[in-house]
Nanobody, 120 residues
């Protein structure tokens, strides 16, 4: 089993920055994919960014150039640095992980989510 705990959400003005953290514990040694998803009120959950075991990353078009996903193996933590935030980034952000390469949002492990609210 793997446990994921997000932190770092909050209220920020448009143009500001936040860094989300996801503390990972449990059977982490064979995790191959980790990602951040978000879900805005009344909308479907959507992929924000993901990172693979070899370090490659990919991003949703809407966040490219503004968000950066990274991991710190020594701290067992996944990060999402979010810059130039807009009100459209307001959502609950979820960290997720899988031992394989899941299709879509079919990840085995999910955190509880952290709220990000961007005011205009």
């Amino acid at each position: 089993q793997v446990q994921l705990v997000e932190s770092g959400g909050g209220l920020v003005q448009a143009g500001g920055s936040l860094r989300l953290s996801c503390a990972v514990s449990g059977n982490i040694f064979s995790l191959n994919t980790m990602a951040w998803y978000r879900q805005a009120a009344g909308k479907q959950r959507e992929l924000v960014a993901r990172i693979f075991g070899a370090g490659s990353t990919n991003y949703a078009e809407s966040v490219k150039g503004r968000f950066t996903i990274s991991g710190d193996n020594a701290k067992n933590t996944l990060y999402l640095q979010m810059n130039s935030l807009t009100p459209e980034d307001t959502a609950v952000y979820y960290c997720c992980a899988d031992h394989y390469y899941p299709s879509g949002s079919d990840y085995d492990y999910w955190g509880q989510g952290t709220q990000v609210t961007v005011s205009s």
